[in-house]
C-alpha cells in the first residue's frame, strides 16, 4: 500500500512541469544565464456595436495608450510596478526589468502580475472596460514563447487583449 502511494507521488512530481509548463521555463537554465520576463498584448477601442459585451468585433486598435503591471509577493504587497506604453499598432511589449521572485511559485509572474488598463489619448474612447479583466487586472498566459540569447534569455509572458469603450454610443435605431 505505501509503495503504491509512494509512486503516485513520484509520478505527480514528474508530470508537475507538464501541467504548469511556464513553471518549466524557469527551470534547466545554467547559473550565469540570466531570465527576463516580458509580458506583451494588444489594447483597442471596442466598437459602439459591441457595447456591454467583451466583444473585440470592429475595434480599433489605439496607439499611446497606457497600461500597467503590477506583481505582488505572495504577502500580498506590492513587488513591481510600471506603466507601459502601447506603439503605433497598439501592442505593447512591458519588458519588467528589476523583478524578482522571492518564491519561485508563489511569486511567479503567472500568479503574482496582472495587467491593468491605465489612459487612452483618445477623448472620443477613454473609458475602461473590464474587457479581459482590463479594470481589475489581465492575468498572464503562457504561450511558450522565449528568446534564447547567448548570455541570458527572455520568457514572454501574454494579457489581454484589453479595451477601452467609448464614452459616447448613438442609441441604436430599430426600424
Given at each position: 500500500m505505501a509503495s503504491s502511494h509512494l509512486a503516485v507521488f513520484i509520478s505527480s512530481l514528474l508530470l508537475l512541469p507538464l501541467a504548469f509548463p511556464s513553471i518549466a521555463a524557469y527551470g534547466d537554465i545554467p547559473e550565469d544565464k540570466k531570465t527576463e520576463v516580458v509580458v506583451e498584448g494588444m489594447v483597442y477601442c471596442q466598437s459602439c456595436d459591441n457595447y456591454?459585451?467583451?466583444?473585440l468585433s470592429k475595434a480599433q486598435t489605439i496607439s499611446s495608450a497606457k497600461v500597467s503591471v503590477i506583481c505582488k509577493n505572495n504577502e500580498?504587497?506590492?513587488?513591481f510596478y510600471k506603466a507601459f506604453e502601447t506603439d503605433g499598432n497598439g501592442y505593447f511589449f512591458a519588458e519588467l526589468e528589476g523583478f524578482q521572485m522571492s518564491h519561485p511559485l508563489l511569486d511567479h509572474p503567472l500568479q503574482s502580475c496582472r495587467v491593468k488598463l491605465v489612459s487612452?489619448?483618445?477623448d472620443y474612447?477613454?473609458?475602461l472596460s473590464n474587457i479581459n479583466d482590463g479594470m481589475y487586472g489581465s492575468p498572464l498566459r503562457f504561450e511558450s514563447k522565449r528568446l534564447h540569447r547567448k548570455d541570458y534569455q527572455v520568457v514572454i509572458y501574454a494579457a489581454g487583449p484589453l479595451a477601452f469603450r467609448p464614452a459616447h454610443c448613438p442609441a441604436?435605431?430599430?426600424y
Amino acid at each position: 500500500m505505501a509503495s503504491s502511494h509512494l509512486a503516485v507521488f513520484i509520478s505527480s512530481l514528474l508530470l508537475l512541469p507538464l501541467a504548469f509548463p511556464s513553471i518549466a521555463a524557469y527551470g534547466d537554465i545554467p547559473e550565469d544565464k540570466k531570465t527576463e520576463v516580458v509580458v506583451e498584448g494588444m489594447v483597442y477601442c471596442q466598437s459602439c456595436d459591441n457595447y456591454g459585451s467583451w466583444s473585440l468585433s470592429k475595434a480599433q486598435t489605439i496607439s499611446s495608450a497606457k497600461v500597467s503591471v503590477i506583481c505582488k509577493n505572495n504577502e500580498g504587497q506590492v513587488s513591481f510596478y510600471k506603466a507601459f506604453e502601447t506603439d503605433g499598432n497598439g501592442y505593447f511589449f512591458a519588458e519588467l526589468e528589476g523583478f524578482q521572485m522571492s518564491h519561485p511559485l508563489l511569486d511567479h509572474p503567472l500568479q503574482s502580475c496582472r495587467v491593468k488598463l491605465v489612459s487612452s489619448p483618445l477623448d472620443y474612447c477613454n473609458l475602461l472596460s473590464n474587457i479581459n479583466d482590463g479594470m481589475y487586472g489581465s492575468p498572464l498566459r503562457f504561450e511558450s514563447k522565449r528568446l534564447h540569447r547567448k548570455d541570458y534569455q527572455v520568457v514572454i509572458y501574454a494579457a489581454g487583449p484589453l479595451a477601452f469603450r467609448p464614452a459616447h454610443c448613438p442609441a441604436p435605431t430599430h426600424y
